[in-house]
């Protein structure tokens, strides 16, 4: 049993690590399950003993995108963290933008699937809700304490998820950098703080003020 076991978790791996790249190079939509199976060396019959079909096998993959992303993000005591902050905010978009270059063939194939739905589904709206619960959290943590959000925590939430998901689909699939990865992080930290956080305080500044003392003389 013990071989038998450890063969079929090696053929499953093989079978979601050629997703993976199939669906980062070729999009979810034109991969097909033989195609899959091909690159894995497997055969057809061996994937079905694994994924009824696949869409099956996505969900797998975005489980284990899921579970890194968990792990990337120290999530006990997470809804406390302040995104007001540059740098808890930076941490998030970091470790977002890392599970989104590493699981690069699933941001593809959800994004891909969810275009493809009839409108009618709500499946993309739906996708967003669901993805950015973590951002939500965050959000409602930020309003309890007063803090001024620019609307409803889940309509902010599900906006900054389709702006990092189409900005990261765009720019991962661009075939060459089109900046480093600190310089994405940081371009987006900055955007999404002053958005949540408001401008910067213009130094020397009377209107630019946000402490609610009297300007200096």
Known sequence: MG???ARAAETRGALMDAARRLFAE???LNTKITDITAAAGRSTGSFYEHFADKDELLREMAREMEAQGDSVIDTENSAEHDLSDRQQLRDHVAGGWTVMRDHLGVVV?????AIAAPPE????WRALVNQTTEFRDHLE???VRGHPLP???TVVAAAIGAMLSL???AALTAG???ASDDEIVDTLTDLLLHGLAGPPIAHGSESGNKSGDEPEE
């Open 26 to 28: 070729r999009g979810y």
């Open 3 to 5: 071989i038998r076991r």
């Open 167 to 169: 900005f990261g689909y």
């Open 109 to 113: 194939a959800h994004l891909q699937s």
């Open 141 to 143: 943590y930020l309003r």
């Open 151 to 153: 609307g409803d925590p």
């Open 121 to 124: 589904s709500r499946q993309m």
């Open 176 to 178: 060459e950098p089109v």
